[in-house]
């Protein structure tokens, strides 16, 4: 069969196990049109029976060319027949591609219903709306003498279930390079492919609900990422892309909005053409991110436009765009938490409400959901009341006031009086912001080994932290001197709280008569306020309790 496009790129061959195909006579690079095709015969969306169908195709099939006639017979054919009528139903039900426009289901394109499948395929199908004509791509840079082959199959999936589909749908073993691999390398991919396949249905599922669009933007990055070790083109690309957009945008995030924007109408634009619906209407969006209407649904991670740094190389650069977690410095080794990390020790507004449930602290663990990280809040006691149970009422570190509610079993019995004094600290480990019946939002106490009093106000325990920061070991191992300043790998540890450093005796005296380390040890002593520095919070395993000091001691 020769094709009945003059400038083509491609010459039909018999390929060895498969039949006729197409094969590159030239180099064709990624992202050309490598055919654009109007279809000879259609199929309706519907159909009224088997007798209504075969008479609609005859009429097509009568009138067409003799040429296209010869070529449309010679087409692939799965079934057995009797006429021209049965072969044609054949023929159809064999080669037919979607064609989504009024009322039209599917088609046949003489020649591009003579590619082959691979599951690794090279080139991409797609029936574009806004030219009416089937068109393929290169996904990559196809060498001259390489098969031309596109994907049959919808989704990805596992070896097993790709020839198996293939198998029963189209009649042929899959002998691909994918399909080819020795079984520990398949394994990895199917692996990959059902990984995929997970997160998908969980960015469905999860969509653009609110208080889960870090959560889904993370699954999005993962799938990005496993798409690019598969290798180049996956058609879940583009989608991808959009979806990161999409939950940038709805964040108020324009900067990195744009950038996925454009990600994903240079992906459909490889695989669909700059005339493809899909490049035409989020290139407008690439343009105007502000336009999609879910733009600013919040403003959390507002940026304007050009809020892109330049500075930074590529790794970094997609680390910034997909907001993924930095270690932190609090990673290194000697370095002390700063109190002042707002993930680790959000104000109230930052904590998360207890209903729905926010996926970005919690996870489902055995039907449960259990934290997924450390949060604690601190809070400063300004009054308290007692009806029926202790009720504090707290001021954040924003200078919001919180009511903090005791439903454990003795209803706030269980502290002394002298615990809860005005001034004093209470620090609340994974903390919820809860709606009560009667009365404002607040925090909901119910298990005792959650809940710990320190008797300093938040003030203090923030001076003291100021202090700690400016004198504990840096990511360099180098300790302030708390008495002289002098800067120094070795120097001696307090010999109580181990927190603050001196180069001798008189230095230590120095520290502790008027630098304030006489109280501020005090303080230290108590295992649970250490824990608060030197706990590694940015590192979950398990959660938390009080004391603490059985965590790190
Ligand atoms: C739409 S036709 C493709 C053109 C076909 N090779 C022909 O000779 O007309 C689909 C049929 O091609 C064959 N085919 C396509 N891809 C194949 C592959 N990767 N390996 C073996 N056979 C394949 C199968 O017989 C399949 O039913």
Not at 8 to 23: N, T
Not at 202 to 219: A, D, H, K, N, V
Request: hydrophobic share 35%; aromatic share 10%; proline share 5%.
């Amino acid at each position: 069969m020769q094709s009945m496009n003059n400038s083509s790129m491609y010459a039909f061959e018999d390929v060895p196990g498969k039949g006729l195909g197409l094969v590159a006579i030239e180099n064709i690079p990624k992202g050309t049109r490598i055919l654009s095709e109007e279809p000879v015969v259609t199929i309706p969306e519907r159909q009224k029976n088997d007798e209504w169908l075969k008479s609609h195709l005859s009429q097509q099939v009568d009138s067409l060319s003799e040429a296209q006639r010869q070529s449309f017979l010679s087409l692939h054919n799965l079934y057995p027949y009797q006429n021209i009528v049965e072969q044609s139903l054949g023929i159809i039900r064999t080669n037919g591609l979607p064609i989504e426009t009024n009322g039209i289901g599917g088609g046949i394109f003489l020649e591009a219903c003579c590619i082959n499948h691979s599951c690794d395929n090279n080139a991409q199908k797609n029936w574009n709306q806004r030219i009416k004509r089937h068109t393929v791509h290169a996904l990559r840079d196809i060498p001259k003498g390489e098969e031309i082959t596109v994907c049959y199959l919808g989704r990805d999936s596992s070896r097993e279930v790709r020839q198996k589909k293939l198998q029963d749908k189209f009649g042929f073993l899959c002998s691909c390079r994918l399909c080819s691999l020795p079984a520990e390398l398949s394994q990895e991919t199917d692996e990959r492919f059902e990984r995929i396949d997970y997160l998908d249905d969980l960015i469905g599922s999860y969509g653009m609900r609110m208080q889960f669009l870090l959560r889904t933007l993370r699954y999005v990055d993962e799938r990005v990422r496993l798409y690019n070790e598969q290798g180049p083109g996956n058609s879940g690309l583009p989608r991808a892309f959009l979806d990161a957009a999409q939950i940038t945008i709805a964040n108020g995030d324009l900067a990195r909005g744009r950038i996925f924007a454009e990600r994903a109408v240079g992906a459909w634009r490889t695989a669909y053409g700059g005339d493809s619906k899909e490049v035409i209407e989020y290139e407008s969006l690439a343009r105007n991110p502000s336009k999609l209407p879910l733009y600013g649904l919040s403003m959390k991670w507002k940026t304007s436009l050009d809020e892109v740094p330049q500075q930074l190389d590529a790794n970094d650069f997609e680390d910034w765009l997909w907001r993924r977690d930095k270690p932190k410095k609090l990673d290194q080794p000697g370095l002390l938490t700063d109190l002042r990390n707002r993930e680790v020790f959000p104000g109230f507004t930052s904590l998360p409400n207890s209903n729905p449930v926010d996926l970005d602290f919690y996870e489902v663990v055995n039907s449960t959901y259990q934290p997924l990280r450390h949060w604690c809040f601190l809070g400063e006691i300004t009054g308290h009341t007692i009806l029926h149970h202790l009720e504090l009422e707290l001021t954040d570190v924003d200078d919001k006031k919180i009511p903090l509610h005791f439903y454990t079993d003795g209803r706030g019995s269980e502290l002394t009086p002298a615990q809860i004094r005005k001034g004093y600290t209470v620090a609340v480990l994974y903390a919820q912001r809860r709606v009560f019946t009667y009365g404002d939002p607040g925090i909901r106490h119910d298990n005792p080994q959650k809940l710990k009093i320190f008797p300093v106000s938040l003030k203090k325990l923030f001076g003291l932290n100021e202090q700690v920061q400016r004198f504990s070991p840096g990511i360099d191992g180098i300790k302030t001197c708390h008495g002289c300043g002098k800067k120094a790998a070795s120097l001696n540890g307090c010999g109580k709280c181990s927190v603050f450093w001196y180069c001798d005796s008189s230095c230590q005296k120095s520290g502790w008569d008027k630098g304030g380390h006489k109280a501020d040890c005090r303080l230290l002593k108590d295992a649970d306020l250490r824990g608060l520095f030197v706990l590694k919070w940015d590192q979950f395993v398990t959660p938390m309790v009080f004391p603490l000091g059985s965590s790190y001691a």
